[in-house]
């Protein structure tokens, strides 16, 4: 029910890979600002890259917790902390391979919906795929 | 006398007793022969009389191990003419029923079980704060389930509820149709591999006293092998004959709480966890609710003031440290909750021996949830003194101007107690061998102990040393406590086993892999109802 930090990690980059992917192609097209899809994979490859990172910063945090559990509204707010400091990266032109400058509203809009939407996804409907998942630390393989 | 050829055993009993084997004349007893014998051939059940039936797959116990197993069999493809789920019970929830109704927790009141601990769904989405939610059209336990544990209490389901589901899949799976009822007797290893498990139909079901139910799998969920009472309270019980005023709390003591309500008393509550907690909120919902003037002594042999550790450290490690006040450790559910899959579960799994046995203890101890309804009894109670603990042990009890007279053993000396009602929420649990199939496993089919004295099971709940040729028996629930994943007594950790013990059977053959096309397949069906 709970995962493990390689299970996290495991599904943080199958989510962020596959429906981050899929949305990411939905959604530039729309987004105010007009960036383009190098702009936009690049930012979920960097959402990906540092979560991964996050991941074992929470995992450490945890060891604090005598449930070694991480709160379903955690797991929602970490949008922030996660958010800002990709949008600081961006601002900072810290982030290899983007050109020019990214609407904030553009990247907003982008983080918050691939956040929310992976965020129910793993906190409900992933478990009818694979029934073992929930039970082995959230790992896949 | 006729002699059975085992090899026309095939009839699968269903209900009615018209359509078991036909009269024999022999009793169809267990014979002093088969009680002596490990290993049995087919011949010696026969000619004992007893009525061979084959069926691939039996589950002994009928409660919710058994339940949730044959769920994923079914769901897994296996067909109801191949499982056979021997019991004593009408219906899986029943002994649960009884246990959480006597200690407190009837249906309209909530279990302490994760929102997605369903035993009645797999997959455990919805989760059952989800479905409350849904049918109540009340966002609430939404909110609560998304906020907890920080800003509220954890979400948990109300009894009646999980019982209501767990109905709905039971005819949905056809449950009955799987269903022998009876006392299972024994369970022994078949010679050519195999398994035969001798169960004791209903008086006049049968025309034998026992059947034979001849397997290639078998599986024990029998539960908990039995309630042990506190010794100086079954001393106090047996000594004066007084089964009124000295009670169980997983007994059925209404009677005290009728007469509380009516005669303003005194109440000692022994014990400090969740079984406590419900029966002080009984008590004291009583009190507040329903005018009952009683004074409650809660009396705690362990006195928990601050962070603690199942291992009774004083200063715990600072990655295992458990919040605590006023006697209480304070813990969500019956376990932290990552041994249901997160870091607690995988570092046990690779534990042995003593270590495996000092994690247990670490985790372990008596605990009952924050709830915040309750502390604001316990405040509400301990301001206007008719709540008050005490800590100790009871030296002796004696009956006294028909209450009873407890010396108190504290750390200021032993001090004299009068009340008028004891109810012992303690919780002990008895070994084993007080249950005479668990006893007869470890004496004549090879099962052994795991480090804390429970019946020792494989990463996959197969029962160690039991293996009978092509044959398994495995083994879930409380009675499996001490292996390598904790939580076996609850209906997270039966699903675990259920879910272990189905993808082994299938490797085997006996039934489909679960994998994700069948798995979305299969909640659609449930979703929508189908029975299958």
Redesign the interface.
Same mark, same amino acid.
């Given at each position: 029910m709970l995962p493990t930090l390689n299970g996290r990690i495991q599904t943080r980059i199958f989510m962020l890979a596959f429906f981050g992917s899929i949305i990411t192609l939905l959604i530039t097209p729309v987004l105010p600002g007009d960036p383009d899809y190098r702009t936009t994979f690049i930012i979920l490859a960097t959402v990906l890259v540092l979560g991964v990172i996050w991941e074992v910063i929470y995992h450490g945090l945890m060891q604090w917790r005598w449930e070694k559990d991480w709160p379903t509204l955690f797991g929602l707010l970490n949008a922030i902390n996660e958010g800002i400091l990709v949008w600081v990266l961006l601002e900072l032109e810290l982030v290899p391979g983007i050109e020019g400058e990214v609407p904030f509203s553009a990247f907003l809009i982008m983080f918050l919906v691939i956040w929310l939407f992976i965020w129910v996804w793993t906190n409900g409907p992933m478990r009818i795929f694979n029934i073992r998942w929930r039970f082995f630390g959230g790992r896949l393989v | 006398m006729p002699v059975i050829d085992p090899s026309a055993g095939t009839v699968f009993p269903t209900p009615g007793a018209q359509n078991y084997l036909p009269a024999q004349s022999a009793p169809g007893d267990l014979t002093d022969e088969l009680l002596n014998t490990d290993w049995w051939t087919d011949e010696i059940v026969a000619s004992a009389g007893i009525p061979i039936i084959d069926v691939p797959f039996v589950s002994v116990g009928g409660g919710i191990g058994s339940f949730v197993t044959a769920d994923y069999l079914r769901i897994g493809g296996v067909d109801t003419s191949q499982i056979r789920i021997l019991s004593a019970l009408d219906h899986p929830w029943e002994t649960y029923e009884y246990l959480t109704r006597v200690s407190q927790i009837p249906r309209g009141e909530r279990l302490r079980s994760?929102s997605?601990?369903r035993p009645d769904n797999? $997959?455990?989405?919805?989760?059952y704060a989800?479905s409350e939610a849904w049918r109540t059209k009340n966002p609430r336990r939404l909110w609560q389930?998304?906020?907890?544990?920080?800003?509220d209490d954890f979400y948990t389901p109300k009894a009646g509820f999980v019982f209501e589901q767990i109905e709905r899949e039971a005819n949905r799976i056809r449950y009955d149709e799987m269903l022998a009822k009876g006392l299972v007797r024994v369970v022994r290893r078949r010679a050519g591999g195999g398994y035969f498990t001798i169960l004791t139909p209903p008086e006049g079901a049968t025309s034998t006293k026992r059947l034979a139910f001849r397997s290639q799998y078998v599986h024990l969920a029998v539960g908990y092998p039995g309630l042990k009472f506190l010794p100086d309270l079954q001393a106090y019980r047996t000594e004066h004959n007084d089964y009124q005023h000295v009670v169980n709390a997983y007994e059925s003591h209404e009677h005290v709480y009728e007469r509380l309500r009516t005669t303003p008393s005194t109440v000692l509550v022994r014990g400090g966890g969740i079984v406590a907690s419900r029966v002080l909120q009984r008590l004291m919902d009583d009190r507040l609710l329903h005018g009952a003037q009683t004074t409650i002594i809660h009396l705690f042999r362990t006195f928990i003031d601050g962070p603690n550790d199942g291992a009774g450290s004083l200063k715990p490690h600072?990655?295992?440290?458990?919040?605590g006040a006023d006697g209480w450790a304070y813990?969500?559910f019956n376990y932290?909750?990552?041994v $249901?899959?997160?870091?607690?579960?995988?570092e046990m799994r690779k534990l042995e021996g003593a270590e495996r046995a000092a994690k247990y203890k670490v985790m372990g101890g008596t605990n009952t949830p924050y709830r915040r309804y309750w502390q604001k009894q316990m405040k509400q109670g301990r301001q206007e003194g008719w709540y008050q603990l005490a800590i100790g042990t009871v030296e002796s009890m004696q009956p006294h101007n028909g209450r009873i007279l407890n010396q108190l053993k504290t750390a200021q000396g032993v001090y004299p107690l009068e009340v008028d009602f004891v109810i012992d929420c303690t919780g002990l649990e008895a070994d084993i061998t007080e249950h005479r199939l668990l006893k007869d496993l470890l004496e004549h089919s090879g099962a052994g102990r795991n480090p804390v004295g429970r019946l020792d099971v494989d990463r996959n709940f197969e029962l160690k040393g039991t293996v009978s040729g092509n044959g398994v028996m495995y083994a879930s629930g409380s009675t499996t406590l001490g292996g390598y994943f904790p939580g076996v007594d609850t209906f997270?950790g039966l699903?675990?086993a259920a879910?272990e013990i189905q993808?082994d059977l299938a490797k085997r053959g006996f039934g489909k892999r679960?994998g994700?096309l069948r798995?979305?397949s299969q $909640?659609l069906k449930w979703f929508s109802g189908k029975q299958i």
């Open positions: - | 994760d997605a601990s797999i $997959w455990g989405f919805p989760s989800v389930v998304l906020v907890e544990p920080v800003f600072p990655f295992m440290k458990r919040k813990q969500g932290p909750k990552s $249901w899959g997160g870091q607690l579960k995988a997270l699903q675990v879910q993808a679960i994700t798995s979305t $909640w």
